[in-house]
């Protein structure tokens, strides 16, 4: 699991992801509204960008909430260590396979929107490192330590979620 999490959080460093990314020669063809999907660089335009990364959150929170009908968090706050580590570790592997589908590649954005992408992709990597620690917390039941890790988790939770929300995204769930 530190390995995975440890490739995962190297990967969000360097900004790369895999499968799935967006052409590299990106094309100037209009979406469904009308609106072009490149400005006059050649970089995905702020609507395209906001709706490609919209459309990977709804696929992703979708697989997850199919997935997953018992919550890691409710688990640990029953007492119920065991469980809870085997839910959060099944849920951060559909989660970090996710990661490496993100379509777009922070190089095709205008620099504000790279800037803003590249934050929310360090935040991501945080939250996921943060996750591997409550999960070691989980594993030895320790319940002080559980709760201390939590409130980090909380923290960098709410840290993401401002960023995704500053950046335009109206739903991306952790």
């Not at 072009?36 to 990364?53: I, K, M, V």
């Not at 504000?112 to 991501?124: G, H, K, N």
Request: hydrophobic share 45%; charged share 25%.
């Amino acid at each position: 699991m530190k390995a995975i999490a440890l490739a995962c959080v190297v990967l969000v460093m360097a900004g790369c992801s895999s499968g799935g990314a967006a052409p590299a020669t990106p094309t100037s063809q209009p979406d469904t509204a009308g609106a072009p999907t490149t400005d006059a660089s050649g970089n995905l335009s702020h609507d395209e960008f906001l709706r490609q990364l919209s459309e990977w959150c709804k696929a992703k929170d979708a697989d997850l909430a199919a997935r997953f009908k018992a919550d890691y968090e409710q688990a640990a706050a029953a007492g119920r260590y065991k469980q809870a580590a085997q839910i959060l570790e099944a849920h951060q592997a559909v989660v970090q396979g996710w990661e490496l589908r993100i379509p777009i590649e922070p190089g095709q954005l205008a620099d504000d929107d790279e800037a803003a992408f590249r934050q929310y992709l360090v935040l991501t990597g945080r939250l996921d490192g943060l996750l591997v620690d409550y999960d070691e917390a989980l594993k030895a039941k320790a319940a002080d330590r559980v709760q201390r890790v939590a409130g980090r988790v909380a923290k960098a939770r709410e840290d993401w979620t401002q960023q995704a929300t500053d950046m335009g995204l109206e739903e991306c769930g952790a």
